[in-house]
């Protein structure tokens, strides 16, 4: 609990709205810590009013070879720089994988699905 003391001390209201981004992370994790996180996560936020915004890559990128045209791209450049892709989720069981771990996802969107949303109507890609 020594992380919860430093993030009371750090200025976190216990009693208000608590809001965890957790971005670009997970990739670079092994499933066990992934589950560790989320379960300290669970533990903060347990009866408050918390929400949880988490990035993953689908774990077919790191297939090989993978459906994704620039995966091996990727996966092949952070692993030469010393920092291996190791973790992902299968986007069609994800929302189960955090359902199981005792969270309730609100939305799911892909990159391409939140840029297309994002950027609609503009010359932005």
Do not use: C
């Not at 009693?15 to 957790?22: D, E, K, L, Q, R």
């Not at 915004?53 to 720089?81: C, G, M, N, Q």
């Not at 994800?94 to 949303?117: E, I, L, N, P, W």
Request: proline content about 6%; glycine content about 6%.
């Amino acid at each position: 609990m020594l992380m919860y003391q430093v993030l009371i001390r750090a200025g976190l209201d216990p009693t208000a709205p608590i809001v965890f981004v957790w971005e670009g992370v997970t990739n670079y994790l092994s499933a066990h810590a992934v589950d560790d996180t989320l379960a300290t996560i669970r533990r903060f936020s347990a009866g408050q009013d918390t929400t949880l915004i988490v990035t993953y890559i689908d774990i077919r990128a790191l297939d090989d070879p993978s459906p994704f045209p620039e995966a091996h791209r990727w996966v092949k450049a952070v692993r030469d720089a010393g920092e291996p892709w190791t973790f992902g989720l299968d986007p069609r069981s994800a929302m189960q994988y955090f359902h199981d771990r005792d969270y309730r996802v609100r939305s799911d969107v892909s990159t391409k699905d939140a840029g297309q949303q994002l950027f609609s109507g503009s010359r932005r890609k």
